[in-house]
DNA sequence: ACGATGCTTCGATAGCGATCGAAGTATGGA
DNA sequence: TCCATACTTCGATCGCTATCGAAGCATCGT
């Protein structure tokens, strides 16, 4: 017995219910101030204070110091990739804590994934570049073809640019409403920025929700379609 | 705030030591009862109860009564992934709870992931089923391509015969000691099970090890060689 | 320099849940 | 029938931690 990694100490982290609505508010990929985090949560400045130091010293979150402000986010993806999987696995199970109401439907449609597309059209995006073998997948990593990146150059993304020795280009990133894989990594980024950039789309205020303009929608459905 | 699934829930669940102890064992994949469980997870047996019928009322566990006898088990293979995303989470973190010994590296060269193989052996058979074309991968659902399934048929495995309604026939798997994906599902059953048929390697007693004869690992590595 | 804002630290409280002893239920064997 | 084994349920205890008030520290604006 007490082989291998210590799942209880992160899990007994997650397991707070207020820890875990700031976590969930997190994977939107904004960072948040101590003080909104404390709003999501229900709970006071100071409780608020002492979760978020023993979520960072979990290894689960990152804070920045700018100004008076105390800027924090998840630590990295594979944080939240790991709150998506829990939440795959909460709704599989019919752990569902819904407050049905008209956000609902959007979100399942598009949303951000720390700092990708998630959701309906995200499963889709990446659906899409399978198909078409502009990427291809060997286990968990995915990696991009010449005919991707051709296919890319002339989308406007600049894969070279991407390159980076801190994080994959590519992932698979589980989708809790779709039960299916979308594109995160260094690209989903890129992917999702320059759809905000190209004014197909922009974030909710007040939710993870991404909105397509209709002219948006349309376009995206035309680059990404899905043949069978 | 608060929508979406109750992902505190069950990570509440995971979070305690005891009952974290017992899932870790569990993932081994056989079935124990509430007396083995008790003693993995340092408790006594009216403690296991309480906690067993938690984890049963969470989704985790199914249960089984055999007599006088009641063995619990991973209610499936979801339940297994969430577990071992956690370890590679919790060991990229460094919230390692190492009890150094001779029985670590036999867990990381080969062990028993729920039902199927993990570790470096696990990890080198997805990667040579997929460099040979012998499975595609598209995005988190893995199939088999004609090629794969004449391979596997000279092998030995009939694919027809493990159809299931129920249960994917592949699925990739993260590996907590090799931060890659594995091959799960009925087929990774399989190919497990054939392995102890043929004779090639057979259970640790007291831990999750495949412990491989040598003429076992010789012809593992000849069934399943990586070209660049 | 001064107050205001954002956040952390300290200290005390309260409540939840893990734990175990004791008693109760079910199954098997003799 | 009677005892032993395997497990569950009940009840009480105890420790841990989430919580918040109050005070302290840092930064910004003026």
Same mark, same amino acid.
Not at 155 to 175: M, Q, T, V
């Given at each position: 017995?007490?082989?291998?990694?210590?799942?209880?100490?992160?899990?007994?982290?997650?397991? +707070?219910?207020? %820890? *875990?609505?700031?976590? *969930?508010?997190?994977?939107?990929?904004?960072?948040?101030?101590? &003080?909104?985090?404390?709003?999501? =949560?229900?709970? &006071?400045?100071? &409780? *608020? !204070?002492?979760?978020? !130091?023993?979520?960072?010293?979990?290894?689960?979150? #990152?804070?920045?110091?700018?100004?008076?402000?105390?800027?924090?986010?998840?630590?990295?993806?594979?944080? #939240?990739?790991?709150?998506?999987?829990?939440?795959?696995?909460?709704?599989?199970? =019919?752990?569902?804590?819904? %407050?049905? =109401?008209?956000?609902?439907?959007?979100?399942?449609?598009?949303?951000?994934?720390?700092?990708?597309?998630?959701? +309906?059209?995200?499963?889709?995006?990446?659906?899409?570049?399978?198909?078409? =073998?502009?990427?291809?997948?060997?286990?968990?990593?995915? !990696?991009?073809?010449?005919?991707?990146?051709?296919?890319?150059?002339?989308?406007?993304?600049?894969?070279?640019?991407? *390159?980076?020795?801190?994080?994959?280009?590519?992932? !698979?990133?589980?989708?809790?409403?779709?039960? %299916?894989?979308?594109?995160?990594?260094?690209?989903?980024?890129?992917?999702?920025?320059?759809?905000?950039?190209?004014?197909?789309?922009?974030?909710?205020?007040?939710?993870?929700?991404?909105?397509? &303009?209709?002219?948006?929608? %349309?376009?995206?459905?035309?680059?990404?379609?899905?043949?069978?």
């Amino acid at each position: 017995m007490n082989e291998g990694p210590n799942i209880a100490q992160i899990a007994s982290l997650i397991g +707070d219910p207020a %820890r *875990a609505n700031m976590l *969930a508010a997190l994977t939107g990929g904004r960072a948040l101030t101590a &003080t909104e985090l404390a709003a999501i =949560g229900g709970i &006071t400045l100071q &409780t *608020a !204070s002492s979760h978020l !130091s023993k979520l960072e010293a979990g290894g689960l979150l #990152a804070q920045r110091k700018q100004g008076r402000h105390r800027y924090f986010a998840l630590a990295d993806e594979a944080a #939240a990739r790991l709150i998506e999987t829990m939440m795959g696995f909460a709704s599989s199970r =019919g752990h569902l804590r819904y %407050r049905p =109401g008209p956000k609902d439907p959007a979100l399942r449609k598009a949303r951000v994934c720390y700092d990708h597309l998630a959701g +309906d059209f995200g499963v889709r995006m990446l659906d899409s570049f399978v198909c078409h =073998g502009e990427i291809v997948s060997d286990g968990e990593n995915l !990696s991009v073809t010449d005919k991707g990146r051709a296919q890319l150059d002339a989308f406007g993304i600049d894969l070279s640019s991407l *390159a980076s020795n801190r994080r994959p280009l590519c992932k !698979s990133c589980l989708d809790w409403s779709e039960r %299916r894989s979308h594109l995160a990594g260094t690209l989903g980024k890129a992917l999702l920025g320059h759809m905000f950039d190209q004014g197909w789309a922009r974030r909710s205020e007040e939710s993870r929700a991404v909105i397509f &303009t209709p002219e948006g929608e %349309r376009k995206f459905l035309l680059q990404f379609p899905i043949d069978p």
